[in-house]
């Protein structure tokens, strides 16, 4: 059983940054992975993910202010998150992509003046 450890999140004013990580029990190699968000009420949403070979797509709200990163070994996955916006408060989460893994407890981002 796959295990995800999300970390990195926190209280930051509108047009911070933050940096999320995501340890996986074993190596990634071969794997895309991806990172997700969700408020409370709503949907699980996709907001990045990086195949094998480090192509990455992002979700339109977060083009040119997220950048997403991956270490094979040891399974890693981070987030940079920069120039971040009020609508970005949420929690969350890694995986792999499409996601077939249990989910992790996510990291709580807040953007708040």
């Known amino acids: 059983q796959v295990q995800l450890v999300e970390s990195g999140g926190g209280l930051v004013q509108p047009g911070g940054s933050l940096r999320l990580s995501c340890t996986v029990s074993?190596?990634?190699?071969?794997?895309?992975m991806a990172w997700y968000r969700q408020a409370p009420g709503k949907q699980r949403e996709l907001v990045a993910r990086?195949?094998?070979?480090?192509?990455?797509k992002y979700l339109d709200s977060v083009k040119g202010r997220f950048t997403i990163s991956r270490d094979n070994v040891p399974g890693a996955v981070y987030l940079q998150m920069d120039s971040l916006k009020p609508e970005d408060t949420t929690f969350y989460y890694c995986?792999?992509?499409?996601?077939?893994?249990?989910w992790g407890q996510g990291t709580q981002v807040a953007v708040s003046s």
């Open positions: 074993g190596t990634i190699f071969g794997i895309y």
């Open positions: 990086i195949t094998t070979d480090r192509s990455t």
């Open positions: 995986s792999n992509f499409p996601n077939t893994w249990s």
